[in-house]
């Protein structure tokens, strides 16, 4: 059963990895829809609000986005087969590979995570192991800036692409951060490329 349902991945083999919110764990389906098995509890989850799962399908990378009162801001990094946490990687902050409210993470094709770190506006990217690779982007209104970055997904050649709520676009990075481009901005109309307050994103094959 799920109660609140906030984030969801889906490995290469079929499997649906959904987090719930409010039982702080994650539910893993078949692609029929039928209950596997379920892993994470409230010792160790606070916030979980993004999933990812690794290109070999055996780890789960879980985002708990913590809140302004704690410094549980974290990306665990459970083995996605039987459930157990093997790191805890950052803390609340704001130097290198900490976080602060962070929301969404993605993995790439060569195994790389990337994390929307919302409340720094950045995205960080970690080894697989989950050790600290590099982060891009800052607070401003120019292009390759985030205001309130949420969404982020990869695509087959390694480009990056991150939805800003706030500005309603998203925008392509590739695997060096080098903006490629932007696209759609802020608007309440029905006119194409606008977007209100978009939150997530994926990229077909």
Known sequence: ALRKP???????????????????????????GNFLRAFGNRDILKRPS???????????????????????????????????????????????????????????????????????????????????????????RKTGNFARPKGIATDAEGNIYVVDSAFGNFQIFNDKAQLLLFVGERGSRDMPGRYMLPAGIDVDE
Not at 116 to 136: C, L, P
């Open 50 to 140: 993004g999933i990812a799962i690794s290109p070999d399908n055996s780890r789960a990378y879980v985002i708990d986005t913590g809140g302004i009162d704690t410094q549980d801001h974290h990306l665990y990094i459970f083995n996605a087969q039987t459930g157990d946490l093997e790191r805890t990687v950052g803390t609340r902050g704001k130097e290198e590979g900490e976080f602060n409210l962070a929301l969404q993470v993605t993995t790439a094709k060569d195994g790389t995570v990337y994390v929307t770190d919302s409340g720094n506006f950045r995205v960080q990217a970690f080894s697989a192991d989950g050790n600290f690779k590099m982060a891009f982007g800052q607070v401003g």
């Open 6 to 32: 906030i984030g969801i991945a889906a490995s290469s083999s079929g499997e649906i990895y959904v987090v719930d919110n409010t039982v702080s764990r994650v539910v893993v389906f078949d692609k029929d």
